[in-house]
Nanobody, 115 residues
Framework: QVQLVESGGGLVQPGGSLRLSCAFS????????IAWYRQARGKQRDLVAA???????NYADSVKGRFTISRDNAKNTVYLQMNSLKPEDTAVYYC?????????WGQGTQVTVSS
């Protein structure tokens, strides 16, 4: 019954911005680590950004300085702000709450960066 519903994906031109949202329907959201992953066509799923409940944050080198992960515990929502988008950012983006092995996953949302 617990689910993560993603929104905010779409088509954007290079240099543009998007904000992805991921709404968590379960309880105790504030104690969980959060993360965003992406999977381009023909490639494996890779970590984009992650944040523990204690405040430790890390980003993939390819998105440092351009993407920001955040959370709103009052709204049970995870965000990924994506600026200065590049064609190589094109992928299906997945949110995760509670860890990659035992946690919950969003359904994925397509982000396409193209002229």
């Amino acid at each position: 019954q617990v689910q993560l519903v993603e929104s905010g994906g779409g088509l954007v031109q290079p240099g543009g911005s998007l904000r992805l949202s991921c709404a968590f329907s379960g309880s105790r959201f504030s104690i969980y680590a959060i993360a965003w992953y992406r999977q381009a066509r023909g490639k494996q799923r890779d970590l984009v950004a992650a944040s523990t409940s204690g405040g430790s944050i890390n980003y993939a080198d390819s998105v440092k300085g351009r993407f920001t992960i955040s959370r709103d515990n009052a709204k049970n929502t995870v965000y990924l702000q994506m600026n200065s988008l590049k064609p190589e950012d094109t992928a299906v983006y997945y949110c995760n709450v509670g860890g990659s092995t035992l946690g919950y996953w969003g359904q994925g949302t397509q982000v396409t960066v193209s002229s």
